[in-house]
T-cell receptor, first 110, second 115 residues
Framework: GDSVTQMEGPVTLSEEAFLTINCTYT??????LFWYVQYPGEGLQLLLK?????DKGSNKGFEATYRKETTSFHLEKGSVQVSDSAVYFC?????????FGPGTSLSVIP | NAGVTQTPKFQVLKTGQSMTLQCAQD?????MYWYRQDPGMGLRLIYY???????DKGEVPNGYNVSRLNKREFSLRLESAAPSQTSVYFC??????????????FGDGTRLSIL
């Protein structure tokens, strides 16, 4: 069945470091792909999305490219800030199903 | 713009008690969802409603019931609470009428403890 795999956390980075959170997926159709972010005590918020192969989603300095050949949608940011500390979820949407990855916790230290 | 509103935000119950978690959205979305979030387990779908008048089981429906009261509201009921249902519950909505590439919009969650 369809599934989403994310790199294990927690991830701890110093401010201004480069961030990569890996996400790979398995799907039988042509899913849309999403990254959501969850700040402490809040619900998930959409960070970015891509709906077809080679699309690049971007928002708030974060980017991810839909790679059909490697079934991946890795999240990147060039310079993280303390305010980026949160849990990040990769997700896919295909037909009437949305499947979330387990989440990756990111802590950014000054 | 309120988005998705969940009530209550916190609740403590005793084993065997019942309660209903309320969820309302003001975005005119057709689809609504209930998830639970547990440490190390990510989000697990309990029930969803693709449109007013329909509900379907998700991954972990046992011990729960739902009601899609109207297009705006989707409630989750625990008939006889058990400690294993201690969790954070999230309601979400999505405009899937315009396609399945639409994101979900989440409430801030209900933190439920069952003693």
């Amino acid at each position: 069945g369809d599934s989403v795999t994310q790199m294990e956390g927690p991830v701890t980075l110093s401010e201004e470091a480069f961030l990569t959170i890996n996400c790979t997926y398995t799907a039988t159709g042509y899913p849309s792909l999403f990254w959501y972010v969850q700040y402490p005590g809040e619900g998930l918020q959409l960070l970015l999305k891509a709906t077809k192969a080679d699309d690049k989603g971007s928002n708030k300095g974060f980017e991810a490219t839909y790679r059909k050949e490697t079934t991946s949608f890795h999240l990147e940011k060039g310079s993280v800030q303390v305010s980026d500390s949160a849990v990040y979820f990769c997700a896919l949407s295909a037909y009437d199903k949305v499947i979330f990855g387990p989440g990756t916790s990111l802590s950014v230290i000054p | 713009n309120a988005g998705v509103t969940q009530t209550p935000k916190f609740q403590v119950l005793k084993t065997g008690q019942s309660m209903t978690l309320q969820c309302a959205q003001d975005m005119n979305h057709n689809s609504m969802y209930w998830y639970r979030q547990d440490p190390g387990m990510g989000l697990r779908l309990i029930y969803y409603s693709a449109s007013e008048g329909t509900t379907d089981k998700g991954e972990v429906p046992n011990g729960y019931n739902v009601s899609r009261l109207n297009k705006r509201e989707f409630s989750l009921r625990l008939e006889s609470a058990a400690p294993s249902q201690t969790s954070v519950y999230f309601c979400a909505s999505s405009d899937t009428w315009t396609g399945y590439n639409q994101p979900q919009h989440f409430g801030d969650g209900t933190r439920l403890s069952i003693l």
